[in-house]
């Protein structure tokens, strides 16, 4: 991305970005929590955007996608004009939707470093919110896991799923194990009975292989029945908790939201 000659002059810079989070800052101003293509995450200053006549504060709404005009400054950068690009409407319409845009934020935030440039994030972040604002209800859940797992694997952390992480031999489509700790999947030999290892029923080993190394578009026509989405979910939820080495509280906050929203439909 180059800058007009005075911009730069200016210290000023432009950027499309995504906002992740935000807090209030003084009487009137945000702190924002942006992903950019070139700068990756940033931590931007939004001047009087809680303001109700701020021209501004309608494109700098969480998991908006906006071009920002950013000038630097000497603690935060400062957010002096904002275009929305696409607002993701849906995401702020629905509560499940909105949840699970929470969950991909912060965990976007919780592997990224500031000013840590990556761009295949900041395209399977767009990817990812545009999924969640226009599938089908019933296919959110496979949205976020495939998130997850090409997350995870972007972030560097991928679990490793076709070869023993102990012997390195290719794994047979068998009852396997699963190991945290050690990054992925043991061959029955060097699974059973190890410390932290836990066995991975052949149907769950399956989807995952599929989601890791599928496209988008043939993961959605997967169907997989509630039991083993929701052990996909608790295994790859293990899996980041122990990467990130905190609590992904908006992934508890999701759970809590399925289940009023599962409620809901139970008892009419
Ligand atoms: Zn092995």
């Not at 702190?31 to 293509?37: G, I, K, M």
Request: net charge positive; aromatic share 8%; with cysteine.
């Amino acid at each position: 991305m180059s800058d007009a000659p005075a911009e730069r002059r200016q210290r000023l810079y432009r950027t499309e970005a995504i906002v992740l989070k935000r807090r209030d800052y003084g009487e009137a101003d945000r702190l924002l929590t942006v992903f950019t293509p070139n700068y990756g995450k940033l931590v931007l200053l939004g001047k009087g955007v809680r303001k109700t006549q701020s021209r501004k504060a309608g494109h700098v709404e969480l998991f908006t996608h906006s071009t920002l005009l950013v000038a630097k400054g000497r603690t935060w950068d400062l957010v002096t004009q904002a275009e929305t690009v696409e607002s993701y409407l849906p995401l702020r319409e629905s509560l499940l939707r909105t949840s699970y845009a929470y969950y991909v934020a912060e965990l976007l935030d919780g592997f990224t470093q500031e000013q840590d440039t990556h761009p295949a994030m900041w395209r399977l972040l767009r990817e990812t919110l545009a999924r969640l604002a226009a599938s089908r209800e019933e296919t959110l859940a496979l949205a976020a896991r495939f998130y997850d797992l090409h997350l995870l694997a972007l972030a560097g952390y991928q679990p490793q799923l076709f070869t023993c992480v102990a012997c390195q031999a290719a794994l047979e489509p068998v009852t396997n194990y699963f190991s945290i700790v050690e990054g992925g999947v043991l061959c029955p030999t060097h699974g059973e009975g190890r410390i932290g290892a836990e066995p991975l029923p052949l149907p769950l080993f399956k989807a995952l292989r599929f989601v890791q190394t599928r496209d988008w578009e043939q993961v959605a026509q997967l169907n997989l029945s509630p039991g083993l989405q929701a052990e996909l979910e608790r295994l790859l939820h293990g899996y980041m908790v122990y990467q990130l080495e905190r609590n992904v509280r908006s992934a508890a906050f999701l759970r809590t939201i399925r289940e009023q929203v599962q409620n809901v439909t139970r008892d009419p």
